[in-house]
Structures are given as C-alpha cells and as structure tokens.
Antibody, heavy 116, light 106 residues
Framework: QVQLQESGPGLVKPSETLSLTCTVSGGSISSYHWTWIRQSPGKGLEWIGYIYHSGSTNYNPSLKSRVTMSVDTSKNQFSLKLSSLTAADTAVYFC??????????WGQGTLVTVSS | EIVMTQSPATLSVSPGERATLSCRASQSVSSNLAWYQQKPGQAPRLLIYGASIRAPGTPGRFSGSESGTDFTLTISSLQSEDFAVYYCQQYTNWPTFGGGTKVETK
C-alpha cells in the first residue's frame, strides 16, 4: 500500500519561503507524477504543480513564478518550495500521486500558516 | 482556466435515499473528470475517474455519468459513511476542482 507523508514547518513568516517534503513509502517514486495540492477556505482545492521522477515539472500558471519542485529518488522523496509568502498562502498542503492527472494516493495534509 | 461548478452546495438526504450531485465544466473536458470524497480532517479520496470508472475500493452504490459538459455522481442508497463533501476535478488541461457539494443528513 502506497503511503505519502508531508513534513515541514507549520508556521512561516510573510515574504519568506515555504519548504515542504513528501516521503513516499510502499512503492517507488520512479514512476507516475507526484503532485502538490493545497486547500484553503477561500480558494478551495488548488493544484500547485507536479513533478515526474526524471525531474520534469509543470506548475500552476498562477503560482509559477513562486514555485519550485524537486525530487530525490534515492530517498523516495519530492519537495515543494513556495516563495514570497503572504497570508493568502495559508492552507492545508497535500502531496499526492497522480495517475493520468487523477489523484489516487494522498498524504494526510499539513497545515501551513503564514503569519508574523 | 476551466471552471468547474458544482451544485447544489449542500444536499440534505436521509440514509437509504438516492443522492444526485452535479458538476458542470465551463468548456469541454471530454471524459477527463474525477470525483473525490472528503471527510473532516482527512485528505480527499478518489472515487471515480474517467467520468464513470470506479476507483479500486469504491462501493458499487457510487456511479458517475456524463452528458456533454455536465457530469453527475449518483449514490444509489446513502449509507452513514457517505456523509461528506464531494469534489469534481477535470484534467483536460491544467487540473481544476469544483467548489464541492456537502452531503448532510436530512
């Protein structure tokens, strides 16, 4: 059974950069697309972007200038960096596995609050 | 961006009754449509993909259908564990989600 687990800080200051890591267990990261999704009361569910095991990426056009994703196949992990944070970036962040762009396995989610 | 509009926002249903949830796309998404169920404090769970294909583990009482840009999720006989929020998601171009339908006890 594939399992995903997000890790990272729960509180980040405005203008700083958020860094989250997703660890995949029970399966190899060397296939599929690996994604980051966020959920906030104001904007609902929002697909942030995805990365393939080769390192190729595709980001949400509305966030593209602030997003960087990376993958470490040796650790079965992939990561998200989101820069220039504002209060609008406060959300629950999920990592998930995409099979032809539908999401079949999800992490439990981690709440990130942007506040000074 | 393709906008997904779900209706109603809230659906009040008694256990054992049929529930019909709607999702409309602002333009054609072909059959590139998935449905998810989310319970409080949990991640969404994939129910349906390809508009009508049940994901592994999805009970047979859940079914999906499409007509043009209109998609429907039907729960034939609502069980207690089905009270939750349901989201549709298109993946024709950049993936987007609908705003959700909350299914609550009548």
């Amino acid at each position: 059974q594939v399992q995903l687990q997000e890790s990272g800080p729960g509180l980040v200051k405005p203008s700083e950069t958020l860094s989250l890591t997703c660890t995949v267990s029970g399966g190899s990261i060397s296939s599929y697309h690996w994604t980051w999704i966020r959920q906030s009361p104001g904007k609902g569910l929002e697909w942030i972007g995805y990365i393939y095991h080769s390192g190729s990426t595709n980001y949400n056009p509305s966030l593209k200038s602030r997003v960087t994703m990376s993958v470490d196949t040796s650790k079965n992990q992939f990561s998200l960096k989101l820069s220039s944070l504002t209060a609008a970036d406060t959300a629950v962040y999920f990592c998930a596995r995409a099979v032809y762009y539908h999401l079949d396995y999800w992490g439990q989610g981690t709440l990130v609050t942007v506040s000074s | 961006e393709i906008v997904m509009t779900q209706s109603p926002a809230t659906l009040s249903v008694s256990p054992g009754e049929r529930a019909t949830l709607s999702c409309r796309a602002s333009q054609s998404v072909s059959s590139n449509l998935a449905w998810y169920q989310q319970k409080p404090g949990q991640a969404p769970r994939l129910l349906i993909y390809g508009a009508s294909i049940r994901a592994p583990g999805t009970p047979g009482r859940f079914s999906g259908s499409e007509s043009g840009t209109d998609f429907t999720l039907t729960i034939s006989s609502l069980q207690s564990e089905d009270f939750a929020v349901y989201y549709c998601q298109q993946y024709t171009n950049w993936p987007t989600f609908g705003g959700g339908t909350k299914v609550e006890t009548k």
